[in-house]
């Protein structure tokens, strides 16, 4: 029996790439918007942004320039055939800017007109070093874009259902802003959402007085103590508010924080990870870097929010 979709809708501009040959790339989308067709109203707009390196003159311009957008509409079709989810018609953005950051502000700038609630989009995973950079196109949208975003790993298993929302707050004034639209979200595709704090602290310098130690241990009981207390204080103002399911996670393991928040969502994988990526000057190259290694690795669907 098909589930009853709910009386919310999401729009989505979806950054396809037409020359990604893997087949996962698309697959992965697509598990992803079957689940959230059976949700909500979808409306996906499909988007192929065409840089300048792909442009060959002068067919990009004049009469020209309706053959050759012609022509990239019907290759986004071929890429798009046998997709088992609606979709709008798909369009080709041409850009003349020679920066990677121009491409990303159209794609941007598009979906903001078509009034998208999100942007969808693959990162590329990629092994040694260069996995670091996750992609140069992804990695830019993330930095810039002002609307969420949406990543999926294409190396990640096909999305069956979601039920859960992990998201790793650090109990801060911004995090719980963004948990404003983590619970909207939630609520439009019936998930509940899962608060995860990560409890990060040195490891006692070797040499102290046994006191010394007694007192550090007991200060770090206390702080976990507090941060159970704040986090379900939070969880039962938004459960009220939203009308949501809201767990607790608090990770008192010596793992990275990236590692932790992943193993959580490993261990739900009917789940879907939502983080903020801070910037600032210091972190304009960074990126937030706890972020940045999560939609990396991540074997669930990252939402991204800009803070």
Excluded at 68 to 73: C, H, I, K, M
Excluded at 201 to 218: I, K, M, Q, R
Excluded at 274 to 302: D, F, H
Aim: aromatic residues 6%; charged residues 25%; hydrophobic residues 40%.
């Amino acid at each position: 029996m098909q589930k009853q979709k709910s009386n919310h809708s999401i729009s989505i501009a979806w950054a396809i790439d037409i020359l990604a040959t893997d087949k996962k790339v698309r697959n992965s989308a697509e598990s992803l918007l079957k689940v959230l067709e059976k949700k909500t109203e979808l409306s996906v707009h499909p988007l192929y942004v065409v840089r300048l390196a792909e442009q060959v003159e002068p067919f990009t311009h004049g009469e020209g320039k309706k053959v050759f957008l012609n022509n990239v509409g019907n290759a986004i079709k071929r890429w798009l055939k046998g997709l088992k989810v609606s979709t709008k018609e798909p369009q080709a953005l041409l850009q003349k800017g020679v920066y990677l950051r121009s491409d990303v502000d159209a794609l941007i700038g598009h979906a903001k007109k078509i009034k998208a609630d999100l942007l969808l989009v693959n990162t590329h995973a990629r092994k040694g070093f260069s996995r670091f950079w996750m992609g140069s196109f992804a990695e830019t949208l993330m930095h810039h874009s002002t609307l969420p975003v949406l990543f999926l790993n294409p190396s990640a298993k096909p999305v069956q259902e979601i039920r859960e929302i992990i998201f790793p707050t650090n109990l801060s004034l911004g995090a719980e802003k963004s948990l404003h639209l983590v619970c909207s979200f939630a609520k439009k595709i019936g998930a509940g959402v899962t608060l995860y704090n990560n409890v990060e602290y040195f490891v006692a310098t070797p040499g102290l007085s046994f006191t010394e130690t007694a007192v550090f241990t007991d200060q770090i009981a206390k702080d976990v103590k507090n941060r159970k207390k704040s986090l379900e204080r939070q969880a039962s103002k938004f459960s009220k508010a939203y009308g949501i399911k809201m767990k607790l996670v608090v990770d008192e393991s010596d793992v990275r924080v990236s590692d932790g928040i992943n193993s959580c969502a490993q261990k739900s994988p009917k789940s879907m990870i939502a983080m903020t990526s801070q910037t600032g000057p210091l972190l304009s190259v960074l990126v937030g870097s706890t972020t940045r290694r999560v939609v990396r690795e991540a074997k669930v669907p990252v939402l991204v929010f800009r803070d």
